[in-house]
């Protein structure tokens, strides 16, 4: 049986001018991996650069493109031949739309695009003419992506948090998905020293909660069952939001970050939401067929040390 516990891809996106050879590339990567992902061809970003290219109002098209970008679980690859190929390509074939003046501008615009986004972990930028010796590079970045682990699965919120012109990436967001068996996890992050109060305190007040919903104890005087909406945790630090719902086999764990330390913490704070994950399961004791953690970060950013400072 295929694992369960990935960082799963929720679309594969292509972007890149018109002949960037987008099609040609889906097909092949439909070919090399029997239709694995969901391979969509032009999304947020195209929406965006038309809308600017033909005058029209782009902040709707702009509020898209950042919710698809800083969804972490999708993989985003603009398509950037030179341009020389593409008039290339143009004149063997035409184009229905576009000319060779008006492809050079949308190569240009494909171009200051890639630039500001090459180094978001979600993102392959290809500028070889021949965009087809990359599928199998391609299809090999993204499996590798998928096989990221909880102890590690920090580093992408970071990175995209340091790439950002203000280091920080606001309404960031992924989903990681455990088999159930939570073979990957490590209980001595609840002795993390400058958290384990913070964590101590988290995991007391879910438990006890989730315990008196199950008993009866809320103001409805009501026994909850497994499939109850009431499991959840609200503060106002950094971790300000869980809730744990059990619905078709499937435990789904739903937590909001509103600020998270990338570099420092958040490798830890990940960690713990993980064992909170495994400890509702066993406080319900269910045998679900998959844990779905699903984290909101309003706020990951990076610290930047003053210099002098320890």
């Known amino acids: 049986m295929e694992r369960i516990d990935k960082f799963v891809t929720q679309n594969v996106i292509f972007e890149g001018p018109d002949l960037a050879g987008k099609t040609s590339f889906i097909q092949e990567m439909h070919k ?4 694995r992902w969901n391979i969509i061809d032009r999304s947020a970003l195209s929406h965006v650069i038309y809308a600017q290219f033909y005058g029209r109002n782009d902040f709707f098209a702009k509020e898209r493109l950042n919710n698809e970008i800083k969804n972490l679980n999708n993989r985003i690859v603009i398509l ?30 494909f171009s200051e695009a890639a630039e500001e986004f090459e180094n978001y972990p979600n993102v392959i930028v290809i500028r070889n003419k021949d965009t087809l010796s990359y599928v199998e590079n391609v299809v090999s970045q993204i499996i590798s992506s998928e096989m990221t682990r909880i102890f590690d699965l920090w580093q992408p919120v970071y990175e995209i948090a340091r790439v ?147």
């Open 32 to 35: 090399k991996t029997n239709y």
């Open 80 to 109: 950037l031949p030179p341009f020389e190929e593409l008039a290339r390509r143009f004149q063997i074939r035409g184009d229905e739309i576009q000319n060779l003046v008006t492809i050079r501008q949308l190569h240009k615009m």
């Open 164 to 310: 950002s012109t203000s280091m920080e990436s606001h309404n960031t967001q992924l989903a990681f998905y455990d088999n159930g068996q939570f073979s990957d996890i490590d209980m001595s992050v609840l002795e993390y020293e400058p958290e384990k109060e913070y964590y101590h305190s988290i995991k007391s007040s879910l438990l006890s909660k989730i315990r008196n919903e199950l008993r009866g104890i809320n103001e409805y005087a009501r026994e909850e069952t497994i499939n109850s909406r009431r499991f959840v945790f609200a503060g106002t630090s950094c971790i300000s939001f869980a809730q744990f719902m059990f619905r078709n086999e499937v435990l789904d764990c739903h937590f909001v970050l509103r600020s998270s330390n990338t570099k420092d913490t958040l490798k830890y704070d990940l960690q713990f939401l993980y064992i909170l994950c495994k400890m509702v399961k066993d406080v319900l004791k269910i045998y679900p067929n998959a844990c779905r953690m699903r984290v909101n970060f309003n706020s990951p950013h990076v610290i930047i040390q003053e210099k002098g400072e320890q």
